[in-house]
């Protein structure tokens, strides 16, 4: 899973702590990437940003499905609390292009190719994934069960076929399901975050955690006790920079062929969170553990 297995020109392809990469637009090799055509574009909804230039290059001919999750962003993702009001004039800018950047680390060429994203919240970055790369399956992890209602009403009403939701913490889904990706942003540090997620990496699998400027000095402080969780390779790559106004930092780090299980333990939640989640449960629900697939997909 190295970057010449596909990797795109947006992004730098390096491990190196810190290293930036310019980029002028999508490959025309590559059929996520190719600019879309047909009629022009129509203005946004009263209150939904503009389209950037870079979005075409970011998700090719699935632009018209990224706006479509943008203008509703900007209207159920705040109305229900998901995303804040003040962001609605950044929702391109600060989330959906700067998820949707993203996707350039993830090689294309194995259909079926599993994501899955922990703190999914308003689909940040996994549904932008499923958006932009139809060929991923992206399973959202998310333990609070309004926001994973709205996403199961989300992912039905784009006709995204590619994602799995599951309400449930990421450490609970331990041996349910894993993948060669796990995705996060805006969930925890990166030592916390590995505890969570590293037992679902398969082997040689990589965490991607979205980060803002300070990732090089957080890796830099935890590198030793991730070493010890089981981690082989960990960088910085900046996805996009040149393209996009906010360039991607991701905070990538690989397991080896395998981890030691014994070195993770399910925390049990602070009484906070817990409390918060049996508000968010319906009624006669379970608050975690349980998923479904929009579209006639898988429901557990
Ligand atoms: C600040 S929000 C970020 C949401 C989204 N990723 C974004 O960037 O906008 C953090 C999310 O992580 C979820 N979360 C917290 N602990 C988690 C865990 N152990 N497993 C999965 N999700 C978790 C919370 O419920 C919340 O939706």
Known sequence: MTDSDGGSPLHGGTTEPLSSATGSGGSADDPVLAEPTGPERPEPAPGVPATPTAAAAVFGTRLSLAEEFVTILADTGISHGLIGPREAPRLWDRHVLNCGLVHHVIPVGTPGQRVIDIGSGAGLPGLVLAIARPDLEVHL????????????????????????????????????????W??????????????????????????????????????????????????????????????????????????????????????????AGSARRRADRPKGGRGTGSASRTRGRRTT
């Open 182 to 271: 796990v995705t996060a942003r805006a969930v925890s540090g990166i030592l916390q975050l590995a505890h969570w997620t590293l037992p679902l990496l398969e082997p040689r699998g990589s965490l991607l955690a979205l980060k803002g400027s300070r990732a090089g000095e957080e890796l830099r402080e935890h590198r030793a006790a991730l070493t010890r969780l089981g981690v082989v390779d960990a960088g910085v790559e900046v996805i996009g920079a040149g393209l996009a106004p906010e360039p991607t930092i991701v905070l990538r780090v690989t397991i080896g062929d395998s981890i030691d299980r014994r070195r993770f333990r399910i925390q049990t939640p602070s009484s």
């Open 141 to 180: 992890v998310e333990p609070l069960a309004r926001r994973t209602g709205w996403l199961s009403g989300v992912t039905a009403r784009l006709e995204l076929e590619n994602v799995v939701i599951h309400t449930a913490r990421a450490e609970s889904m331990w041996d349910r399901i894993s993948a060669p």
